[in-house]
């Protein structure tokens, strides 16, 4: 394939590696994602199967070292695949992209060569899965406000707090949880641990019944007196908040992708849908009022695409990311939203109702615009970076 770059020698070319991983990810989600969504959705529940189908084929650890069980692959490859698979179910995606980019990710670049022996190579080959345990009842947005507490106790800590709206929360062998162990140096007091599940005082609490991404389990973690071994700290004393603040600037990246899936999605429905339904003796697609909805559908996605595609080449070329991830992420969040109502409104009648989908685009792409860092958030992040 030729190449084509921008003045920036940005290249968004997709190379035969990349072309390959959009059909792998296009299959499995045409072929196993794709029979019982609606189910899933209406019963908010993701077989185990289902996970363990996504490990086999490399989706769980596709960034990660070849050595550590990962494949090794780019940022650019991640979101690719994140974008089909987000185009048929966003419960799915969100179970990835939590493992890729949180959770693998954080221990690959921040843990120790043990951390990474023990518990990154499982997780990167989808033996077990993982969760990112930041959020509580009073720190969503403002994340310094930890209220969960890692008391020194010598050999180890005493893990003692709540953690909220946690993604695999249920489904989880190992999560990375961020407390503070010096409440008095308030950021600078705050670390990240890797907690097993099945650990005396650690309790899953009560599942969330949510509007969207129903199929994924989100619940609250509870930790009382939870011994953490020293050796299950990330990094220096002190370092969580850096390491929570640097994980999520990568994480918009993955929801950035998903989001441009669910609107992907919904978008090629309406395109089908335009070109079957009838009405006044003629298909839809060739009224106007549907034309410059479908136009405005393709414009807008492609917008996002390009701006996921440069925030996961900025983040492959080592280069600083912070602020095209966070563009990113706002934009093609509301391109998600825009496009579902739209696909909806296309649909008619028939967009109201679950058997043709697009309802459950619109419910699931409003999280986009909330989690790992909410659209306001991001507002915050772009101005910060443009006006240093």
Same mark, same amino acid.
């Given at each position: 394939?030729?190449?084509?770059?921008?003045?920036?020698?940005?290249?968004?070319?997709?190379?035969?590696?990349?072309?390959?991983?959009?059909?792998?990810?296009?299959?499995?989600a045409?072929?196993?994602?794709?029979?019982?969504?609606?189910?899933?959705?209406?019963?908010?529940?993701?077989?185990?199967?289902?996970?363990?189908?996504?490990?086999?084929?490399?989706?769980?650890?596709?960034m990660?070292?070849?050595?550590?069980?990962?494949?090794?692959?780019?940022?650019?490859?991640? #979101?690719?695949?994140?974008?089909?698979?987000?185009?048929?179910?966003a419960?799915?995606?969100?179970?990835m992209?939590?493992?890729?980019s949180?959770?693998?990710?954080?221990l690959?670049?921040y843990?120790?060569?043990?951390?990474?022996r023990?518990?990154?190579?499982?997780?990167?080959?989808?033996?077990?899965?993982g969760?990112?345990?930041?959020?509580?009842p009073?720190?969503?947005?403002?994340?310094?406000?930890?209220?969960?507490?890692?008391?020194?106790?010598?050999?180890?800590?005493?893990?003692?707090?709540t953690?909220?709206?946690?993604t695999?929360?249920n489904?989880?062998?190992?999560?990375?949880v961020?407390?503070?162990?010096?409440?008095?140096?308030?950021?600078k007091?705050i670390?990240?641990?890797?907690?097993?599940?099945?650990?005396?005082?650690?309790?899953?609490?009560?599942?969330?019944?949510?509007?969207?991404?129903?199929?994924?389990?989100?619940?609250?973690?509870?930790?009382?007196?939870?011994?953490?071994?020293?050796?299950?700290?990330?990094?220096?004393?002190g370092?969580?908040?850096?390491?929570?603040?640097?994980?999520?600037?990568?994480?918009?990246?993955?929801?950035? =992708?998903?989001?441009?899936?669910?609107?992907?999605?919904?978008y090629?429905?309406?395109?089908?849908?335009?070109?079957?339904?009838k009405?006044?003796?003629?298909?839809?697609?060739?009224?106007?009022?549907?034309?410059?909805?479908?136009?405005?559908?393709?414009?807008?996605?492609?917008?996002?695409?390009?701006? #996921?595609?440069?925030?996961?080449?900025?983040?492959?070329?080592g280069?600083?990311y912070?602020? =095209?991830?966070?563009?990113?992420?706002?934009? =093609?969040?509301?391109?998600?939203?825009? #496009?579902?109502?739209?696909?909806?409104?296309?649909?008619?009648?028939?967009?109201?109702?679950?058997?043709?989908?697009?309802?459950?685009?619109m419910?699931?792409?409003?999280?986009?615009?909330?989690?790992e860092?909410?659209?306001?958030i991001?507002k915050?992040?772009?101005?910060?970076?443009?006006?240093?």
């Open positions: 394939m030729s190449n084509t770059t921008t003045p920036n020698g940005m290249d968004f070319n997709l190379n035969e590696e990349h072309l390959a991983v959009q059909e792998a990810a296009r299959d499995f045409t072929n196993d994602l794709l029979p019982g969504v609606i189910t899933r959705d209406e019963e908010q529940k993701f077989g185990p199967e289902l996970i363990k189908k996504m490990g086999e084929l490399g989706f769980l650890g596709m990660v070292a070849p050595e550590y069980g990962g494949g090794g692959m780019d940022t650019l490859s991640y #979101v690719i695949a994140m974008e089909e698979i987000s185009k048929i179910d419960s799915a995606s969100v179970m992209s939590v493992n890729n949180l959770v693998c990710w954080g690959e670049t843990g120790d060569e043990d951390q990474k023990k518990y990154l190579t499982p997780l990167a080959t989808g033996k077990v899965i969760a990112f345990c930041l959020s509580e009073e720190a969503g947005s403002d994340a310094t406000s930890q209220h969960t507490t890692a008391i020194d106790a010598g050999e180890h800590y005493i893990l003692n707090g953690k909220n709206w946690i695999n929360g489904s989880s062998s190992i999560c990375l961020i407390a503070h162990t010096h409440p008095e140096k308030a950021h007091g670390n990240a641990f890797i907690v097993e599940k099945g650990t005396e005082g650690f309790v899953v609490g009560k599942k969330e019944d949510k509007m969207g991404i129903r199929a994924s389990d989100t619940h609250t973690l509870m930790f009382s007196d939870v011994k953490v071994p020293k050796a299950n700290r990330i990094g220096e004393d370092f969580g908040f850096k390491f929570a603040m640097s994980t999520l600037n990568g994480g918009r990246i993955g929801i950035a =992708a998903q989001a441009l899936g669910i609107a992907s999605g919904a090629e429905r309406s395109l089908q849908y335009s070109k079957e339904r009405t006044f003796g003629k298909p839809i697609s060739e009224h106007q009022a549907i034309q410059f909805k479908l136009s405005e559908m393709a414009t807008r996605i492609e917008a996002a695409r390009l701006l #996921v595609y440069k925030a996961a080449r900025l983040k492959d070329q280069k600083d912070i602020k =095209a991830a966070a563009m990113a992420k706002l934009f =093609a969040s509301d391109v998600a939203m825009w #496009v579902t109502t739209e696909a909806v409104q296309i649909h008619g009648g028939y967009g109201y109702v679950k058997e043709y989908h697009v309802e459950r685009h419910r699931d792409a409003k999280i986009t615009q909330i989690y860092g909410t659209s306001e991001q915050l992040v772009i101005a910060r970076e443009i006006l240093k």
